[in-house]
C-alpha cells in the first residue's frame, strides 16, 4: 500500500470528487470550488503552488493520472484520481467515521 501525507489524502480526497468529469480537474478549478475546505486545512488558495505541487506528487505516485488541456486560454493539467486513490480515500473516511 502506498504511504502518503495528510495533505496528500487531503488534496486526494478533494480530487476523487471529480471523478465523473472525463478530464478530471486542473489546480484551478479545484481551488475555486474547494477554497474554503483548503483554507480550513491551511492550503495557500491565493496561488497554486502549494496545491499544484500535491497534485504532481500524487500523480508521480501513480494515485492520478495527468493530461494538459486547455483552460481558460492556456494550457493546464488536469488531474484524476486512479482506483488506489479512491480505495486509499475511502478507507481513510471509513477510519475516521468508526
Do not use: R
Not at 494515485?63 to 488531474?79: D, F, R
Amino acid at each position: 500500500m502506498t504511504k502518503i501525507t495528510e495533505k496528500q489524502l487531503f488534496i486526494g480526497g478533494l480530487l476523487v470528487k471529480y471523478q465523473n468529469k472525463e478530464l478530471g480537474v486542473n489546480v484551478y478549478e479545484l481551488i475555486k470550488d474547494n477554497a474554503k475546505e483548503l483554507q480550513k486545512a491551511n492550503i495557500d488558495t491565493t496561488k497554486i503552488n502549494s496545491a499544484n505541487a500535491t497534485l504532481a506528487s500524487l500523480a508521480t505516485k501513480g494515485l492520478a493520472t495527468k493530461q494538459k488541456s486547455a483552460y481558460n486560454e492556456k494550457m493546464v493539467t488536469y488531474y484524476k484520481a486512479t482506483n488506489e486513490l479512491i480505495e486509499l480515500v475511502n478507507n481513510n473516511n471509513e477510519k475516521e467515521e468508526n
